[in-house]
Every structure is written in structure tokens, then in C-alpha cells.
């Protein structure tokens, strides 16, 4: 069974630290600038710093549904 995706790499960072500020410690883990970066979606701001997209997604939405619960 595959896991729900809440958050998408189409999201903008700052709109999903809005909705689940605990993912600020997600973003800062895998290095993602959500500080000046977070006016962009996901996709783009991983992309200036390299870090891997699909285990960051993982990681968020890991954050966003035990929030959500």
C-alpha cells in the first residue's frame, strides 16, 4: 500500500511550513534553504542545492500526516 502524498514538489516551501511548521526540521535536515528558498516551490529550491527530492517528499509527508493525525 502505498503512502499518501500531501506534500508535492510543486508546493511552496513557505505554504507548507505555514501548514506544518515541524517540517522546518525536515528542510533544515537535508539542507533545503527555506529561509531565502522559500518563496519557491520544493522542486526548484532542491534543485539550486542538490539535495535528493524523493527522499525529501518522503520525509515531509512522514512529518505532515503524524501532524495531521
Do not use: R
Not at 511550513?17 to 533545503?32: C, E, M, R, S
Not at 542545492?49 to 525529501?56: E, K, N, P, R
Amino acid at each position: 500500500m502505498e503512502e499518501k502524498m500531501i506534500i508535492t514538489k510543486d508546493m511552496i516551501i513557505n505554504d507548507v511550513i505555514k501548514k506544518y511548521p515541524k517540517t522546518v526540521t525536515v528542510f533544515n535536515n537535508f539542507k533545503v534553504d527555506a529561509c531565502c528558498g522559500g518563496g519557491f516551490s520544493i522542486e526548484k529550491t532542491v534543485g539550486m542545492g542538490g539535495a535528493d527530492i524523493d527522499a525529501l517528499l518522503k520525509a515531509l509527508n512522514k512529518v505532515a500526516l503524524a501532524a495531521s493525525k
